[in-house]
């Protein structure tokens, strides 16, 4: 009996101990999000060192090099160049040069994690936005290659931006067409962006309540489009 009444005491304080546990989580939920979001860019930068340089990232760096000589002779899926024309100018080894590089890919993916956080805001709490965050840093190959010098953090970021202009801000058709020059821009960086126009018709669908102002979105994005990939296109 003895023994069963201390089993039962101690069932009782461990109860206890994960109670107040749980309570203390749950009043600073926000504070510990944040921390993880906080370490987890914190190791996206850490990585930069850390990961191995791909073949990949040599040639995109090979096609910076290549206009920087005159020498370019690929329009399509090149314009990244013009961002990353600086870099032979370091004289930096050619690693050197891609850690340079990915370095700037780390900023723009923190930028991409802001995106992500001020979208999710526009329909979730901030408790469940900064979740969603965190959910999507934690993710494998966002954080290994989140920050790698090839067109996946550009293309991330520019349709996020795209996302962003037409839910959040500045909205309407003032964001429709800057979401429209953003997507022309990615797609001159890769063609594959053109995937993710079906997840901006979505939210063209979702964000205007009648099919005339969808229409004036879309038309105003499609103008936003095609100016600005016929201007940069011929620029490039």
């Not at 891609?98 to 709490?125: D, E």
Request: glycine share 6%; aromatic share 12%.
């Amino acid at each position: 009996m003895s023994s069963q009444f201390s089993s039962d005491l101690s069932l009782r304080g461990r109860a206890d101990v994960v109670g107040r546990c749980a309570a203390w989580i749950a009043a600073h939920a926000d504070r510990i999000l944040c921390v993880g979001i906080f370490a987890a860019l914190l190791i996206r930068f850490v990585f930069v060192w850390r990961i191995a340089v791909n073949w990949d990232e040599f040639y995109f760096l090979e096609l910076v090099h290549q206009y920087a000589r005159g020498e370019l002779t690929i329009r399509p899926q090149t314009f990244h160049v013009h961002l990353f024309s600086w870099l032979p100018a370091l004289g930096w080894s050619e690693a050197g040069q891609i850690i340079a590089a990915r370095v700037v890919m780390a900023l723009l993916s923190c930028g991409s994690a802001a995106l992500i956080y001020g979208i999710a805001r526009r329909f979730l709490a901030r408790r469940s936005a900064l979740f969603a965050l965190l959910s999507y840093l934690s993710v494998t190959a966002v954080i290994q290659h989140a920050a790698s010098f090839r067109v996946d953090p550009i293309v991330t970021f520019l349709v996020l931006l795209s996302m962003f202009a037409v839910l959040c801000k500045p909205g309407g058709w003032r964001g429709a067409v800057l979401a429209g020059a953003a997507m022309a821009v990615a797609a001159l960086v890769t063609i594959k962006s053109a995937l993710y126009l079906v997840v901006l018709a979505g939210v063209f669908w979702c964000d205007a309540q009648t099919l005339r102002e969808r229409t004036r979105l879309a038309c105003a994005f499609g103008a936003g489009f095609l100016t600005s990939l016929a201007a940069l296109y011929l620029f490039h």
